[in-house]
């Protein structure tokens, strides 16, 4: 029954646009721990058992939350679910983590080392050097650009089609991008494969997330980009928090062509409001390193 109930629950999100993947997950997980015990309703001691496996207090704080919607949800129709407290794994704050602004030399090296890595696949350097180097030069979601395929490189830019918001957008591209882009592009399509994703992985499939940010680990490793003082080693979404800030910090100190500016980046990020993009402006003209 539970996992009926799970199924129409994740259908019902999915069917209103929300990708729903890490949740499905866990509900599934918890569903499974349930129906072993011989549960046909939520128990919050059972919730709260589950939830207590996790390794980290933020990650059983985050698996009661998502079983307590779930739950709340089955209760208005059977009250015999029980909804645990939401303040049974604790209260933390939700602390947004500081960006790691690069520098041009620091992107530099980064490049470097991915147009330096052992050509075990043909295609492997230039399949990484392309992907950083767009994503570097756009801002773009590392999950956009994982989801690009080769038709959506057009005359016009690259067209944006599976967005964190469910909204297609075009990218206009400058002209070194372009000509970096079109060079891949070129090399992509000698490649045999059944696939029309536009990166590909070594062995001719879409190229997965995991893979990048393992790849991604080891080039800035190898580049030298360590954690500076109080922060945490750089991440590939912070390449999308540098583009914000350096194309902000092209409009000096006129307050109005920030203004104008901030509306036409929200566009072009694919952020849903201003106030998404207004998080990464106190990082302009601060010094990053």
Known sequence: MLSED????????????????????LLRSFVVFAESHGDTFIHSRRVLDWASHAP???????????????????????????VPPADAMGRERFRRRTPHIYT??????????AAGMSPVEPDRPPTYTTLFGLLASTGMRISEALALHVD?????????????????????????TRLALDEYVSIRKQVKTSTETLFL??????????????????LTRS????????????????LRHTFAVRSLEECGNDPNAVARHLVALTTYLGHAHVTDTLRWTPSVGQESG
Do not use: W
């Not at 041009?104 to 080392?113: K, Q, T, Y």
């Not at 005359?155 to 918001?165: P, S, W």
């Open 6 to 25: 799970m199924t129409c629950y994740v259908d019902l999100h999915r069917g209103l646009g929300f990708r729903f993947h890490t949740q499905h997950g």
């Open 152 to 176: 959506d490189v057009t005359a016009d830019g690259l067209i944006i089609r599976q967005t964190k918001f469910q909204k297609t957008r075009l990218l206009p591209l400058h002209t070194s």
């Open 104 to 113: 041009p030399d620091e992107i530099s090296r980064l490049m470097g080392a």
């Open 201 to 218: 992985s070594g062995k001719g499939d879409a190229l997965g997330y995991n893979t990048v940010r393992s790849v991604f680990s080891r």
């Open 56 to 82: 980290s207090a933020p990650q059983r704080r985050n698996r009661l939350i998502t079983i307590r919607r779930f739950a709340l949800a089955l209760r208005a129709e059977d009250i015999r679910h029980e």
């Open 223 to 238: 580049a030298g980009l360590s954690a500076r003082s109080g922060q945490r080693a750089p991440r590939i979404h912070d």
